[in-house]
């Protein structure tokens, strides 16, 4: 088997989100990284009372044991740049899922940098964890400020300003997602000779559960054994199964296009034990010109309209359509194209290639701005009550542990990895939430950083609460692939666990296709 998309250490370690619940970006082409955070200690609260004060006309008097009690109850977020502040929000949370902008300020230096945009995102993914479903704020009538709220996505409860305390307030409001449970999807691509022992391994060792709920296959491009043990974890450990179109092999010029689309067909109608069904795609990548680019979206989408037309009816419900492409118009034509013709299920593509064969996907900032664009153009119609359902997301093969953290707030509901097969190859554990660290100390070609000792292991473990029976021996781990591999699928399992813990409902995980 060969692997349709694959991460790269780049991607792992160019992150800049998600990393001990900061996350920065660079603003306002500076260079300089905005941190938005809670406050970790109260030493901030005299600049954030003076950079009110400063701002008294607009917002009101506050005292300062008012931002000392929102800071205690997590309810104040501050922008900080250079460890200076650059703007804080105060907001509450109310029993009644409603959540209200008290204040928010940034400071006259660092205007112009997104600092306010990013404390209202903070906000806004903070009270959705919190349950909230309305944000709500009001501003005197006559302030600037009003310009800023519907650039952001607040919408005006009413044409008229509701008269205030001392002058005429505009009230503001903004509706809420309600947070979307995410899947760990694990790419059994180039697992053709691993899948026997990883079988085995989990059978004599591992929990009566299995290591992964849902498990991603490129269906006619993998060998009839391997395809056979794929079977038996979906019969037997109850694991479901997406078929992957081989969009991968047509961009590596494996097979056409054209000879793709009936052979798919085929297999999907004679084969009805999956999941979710992959409709056929043409990956653009990052070295075609822009009409080639254009002339990709528009078979995808056209064509996977076509192919989902052709399917058996019983499987169109579990098609999913995939989004290429490196505009918003491309992501839209294909969203658009593939809700109006009934399917609901979506995934992403289109992330920047690079490798000799443009085989490796590249999480940069190109392909984040898409996934925003893709956001908005997903939550906009639902949130304007437009359209009443929210289409499932699956990204597709980006995956390090170090980049989860940032896409629930792409609306993801799932997500695939090769990573914590092709990883434990070159002798890497992955520990939540952090880079893949090197246990083989050098044994294997291609590891990375420095080997990790055992102490270090068992300490990172501890912190990020991890236990597994394959790693309890440090030995073994060293010298075990199939134990780092499951390992690994573990540790993907347990973080996308706590991603999902923020979600109030405890909903089960929602669905790839179907
Ligand atoms: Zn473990």
Not at 16 to 26: F, I, V
Not at 147 to 168: D, L, M
Not at 407 to 413: D, G
Not at 421 to 438: D, E, H, I, K, M
Request: hydrophobic content about 40%; glycine content about 8%; charged content about 25%.
């Amino acid at each position: 088997m060969t692997t349709r998309r694959t991460t790269t250490a780049t991607a792992e370690d160019a992150s800049q989100e998600g990393r001990g619940g900061a996350r920065t970006s660079r603003a306002g082409g500076s260079g300089l990284a905005v941190a938005v955070v809670k406050p970790a200690d109260l030493a901030i609260i005299d600049a954030i009372k003076a950079l009110a004060d400063q701002h008294r006309d607009e917002l009101g008097f506050h005292t300062r044991q008012a931002f000392i009690d929102s800071a205690r109850r997590g309810e104040l977020i501050v922008a900080t740049l250079r460890d200076a502040l650059a703007g804080f929000v105060r907001f509450h949370k109310r029993r009644d899922h409603a959540a209200t902008i008290y204040e928010i300020a940034t400071s006259p230096v660092r205007r112009r940098r997104g600092v306010a945009r990013r404390l209202v995102e903070a906000v806004v993914e903070e009270v959705r964890r919190l349950g909230a479903r309305t944000l709500r704020l009001s501003c005197p009538a006559e302030l600037s400020a009003n310009e800023f709220y519907p650039a952001v996505g607040f919408s005006r409860v009413s044409p008229r300003s509701r008269p205030g305390k001392q002058r005429p307030l505009i009230e503001w409001q903004m509706p809420i997602l309600p947070p979307r449970p995410m899947t760990f999807v694990a790419s059994l691509s180039n697992a053709a000779n691993d899948l026997r022992h990883l079988i085995r391994l989990w059978e004599d060792e591992g929990s009566d559960d299995r290591p992964f709920e849902r498990c991603i296959i490129t269906p006619l491009f993998t060998d009839g054994r391997s395809l056979q043990h794929v079977r038996y974890i979906h019969d037997r450990w109850g694991v479901r199964v997406v078929f992957d179109s081989g969009g991968f092999f047509v961009q590596q010029g494996k097979v056409t296009y054209d000879e793709l689309f009936p052979r798919l067909l085929d297999y999907y109608a004679h084969n009805d034990w999956a999941d979710s069904y992959v409709l056929p795609d043409f990956v653009p990548t990052s070295r075609n010109s822009a009409s080639e680019v254009d002339e990709r979206v528009h078979v995808t989408a056209a064509e996977g309209v076509k192919f989902h037309n052709r399917m058996p009816s019983d499987l169109r419900p579990r098609a999913l359509g995939v989004l290429q492409g490196h505009s918003a118009a491309h992501l839209k034509f294909c969203l658009e194209t593939y809700l109006g013709s009934g399917i609901p299920h979506l995934g992403f593509g289109s992330f920047d290639t690079g490798g000799i064969n443009a085989e490796i996907n590249l999480f940069t900032a190109q392909s984040s701005q898409r996934l925003e664009v893709l956001r908005e153009l997903l939550e906009g119609p639902y949130l304007r009550g437009e359209g009443d359902i929210l289409p499932s997301l699956h990204l597709f093969g980006v995956s390090s542990p170090a980049l989860l953290a940032s896409f629930p707030r792409f609306l993801a509901t799932s997500f695939d990895s090769s990573g914590w097969l092709r990883t434990a190859g070159y002798g890497n554990v992955y520990l939540p939430f952090l880079s893949r660290r090197n246990v083989t100390h050098g044994a294997s070609a291609l590891s990375c950083g420095t080997g990790l000792s055992a102490a270090a292991f068992y300490t990172a473990c501890a912190t990020s609460g991890h236990e597994c029976p394959f790693c309890r021996d440090f030995d073994r781990i060293r010298k075990d692939r199939y134990a780092r591999m499951l390992h690994n699928a573990l540790v993907f399992r347990e973080m996308t666990a706590r991603l999902n813990d923020a979600c109030p409902d405890g909903a089960a995980a929602a669905s790839v296709g179907g």
